[in-house]
């Protein structure tokens, strides 16, 4: 199999993309309220420390990914178990953010659409990128972001009239809680999430590429996320943020320049779609590496097909409702994927450090 190797500024605009993609609609940390900014910051320093234990797993195992590493940690037997747990983990999140996707363009645009018809073709466009590998993913990645992040700054600076500072004071007014039940959300969904790179990266220019890669693709997807979210507040307030099922569509679409520049929300959607297209190509290729890896195929682009359309086909029958699918991801989401996204890459670590240092004696 051809030897994928990405770049920093791939790696890092694939990173972007991947913590923007399906959160870009919503207003994360909301939980803390006009505190949103402080919840933003105390994720980020939560999430820290994980992305140090990331990029040290690659730089232990240099050339090797999440599905190599677990086997070589825990032994055929137990690493089988933990591949197929993975599997299912980027198998369920593809599936659930294709849901996401679907319900979305179906309520702000083609309300007559089947819904399996929107899911549909962003499953093909996914498809047709991942077959071409994730240096291909990580090239279209870098064209997409700079239009991404220049596009909303450009954007939000139209919405400076209507902000109102007060919707932002007074700061601590609800106590600490509610800032810490915003980080924890901030840190769950999405910044958490990038440990799906573990299993997509393998190969980096330079032995230390990874820790500059995770850290600076944070920073910009975080900072990127707060300032849409604080616009969100700014713009509608507090209350109207909470009870605004996509509260970004709503803020973007109070755009109007003396009645020729308006319906500027579009821009909601295209941007949603550019970050859901990466994410949930990732998401497909890291399930397609790790089958690979399980059956011990030579290459994984020969499973590509049959696993999108398993995914495709799940994400249709997923959820009874909209509804139903909120309050999954809202109170079942962030601890059903703890132990994917930290519990188990901390084992995998601590086992992967004591191997080195036995090696090394």
């Known amino acids: 199999m051809k030897k994928e190797v990405v770049s920093d500024k791939q790696g890092i605009a694939l990173i972007v993309l991947f913590i923007v993609g399906s959160s870009s609609i919503f207003a994360q940390g909301i939980e803390a309220k006009k505190d949103l900014w402080l919840a933003f910051i105390l994720g980020v320093i939560m999430v820290l420390p994980m992305l140090g234990i990331f990029a040290r797993l690659h730089y232990i195992f240099p050339g090797k990914d999440l599905f190599y590493i677990i086997e070589a940690c825990f032994g055929k037997l137990i690493g089988k178990i933990m591949i197929m747990l993975y599997i299912w983990f980027v198998y369920f999140m593809a599936s659930d953010i294709l849901v996401n ?16 018809v929107v899911i549909g073709f962003l499953g093909i466009l996914c498809i047709w990128a991942i077959k071409e590998g994730i240096e291909n993913l990580g090239r279209i990645s870098v064209v997409f972001m700079f239009i991404v992040i220049f596009t909303i700054l450009i954007l939000i600076l139209f919405l400076i009239p209507k902000m109102e500072i007060n919707n932002l004071r007074p700061v601590f007014s609800q106590g600490f809680k509610p800032i810490l039940d915003g ?28 820790y500059r890669i995770y850290i600076i693709g944070l920073l910009i997807g975080a900072s990127y996320l707060a300032l849409l979210s604080i616009t969100n507040i700014l713009v509608l307030g507090v209350n109207t943020t909470i009870t605004t099922v996509y509260p970004s569509h709503a803020t973007l679409s109070k755009i109007n320049i003396a009645n020729t520049l ?15 297209f990466i994410k949930i190509s990732i998401l497909l290729l890291c399930a397609c590496k790790g089958v690979s890896k399980l059956f011990k195929f030579r290459d994984y682009r020969f499973i590509i097909i049959p696993i999108s359309l398993l995914t495709i086909n ?14 999954f991801n809202r109170d079942i989401w962030p601890y059903y994927n703890f132990p994917f996204q930290v519990i188990f890459p901390i084992a995998i670590w601590i086992v992967a450090e004591i191997k080195k240092r036995k090696l090394r004696s």
């Open 101 to 116: 996707y679907g319900q979305f363009i179906n309520i702000v645009s083609f309300e007559k659409t089947p819904q399996i």
């Open 183 to 210: 980080a924890f959300s901030v840190f769950t969904f999405p910044l958490i999430q990038i440990v799906v790179f573990t299993m997509a990266f393998s190969n980096f220019k330079k032995k230390k590429s990874s």
């Open 262 to 276: 308006q319906r500027i929300e579009v821009v909601v959607i295209t941007i949603f779609i550019l970050g859901g």
């Open 314 to 327: 799940l994400s249709y029958f997923q959820y009874e409702s909209v509804m139903y699918y909120f309050e």
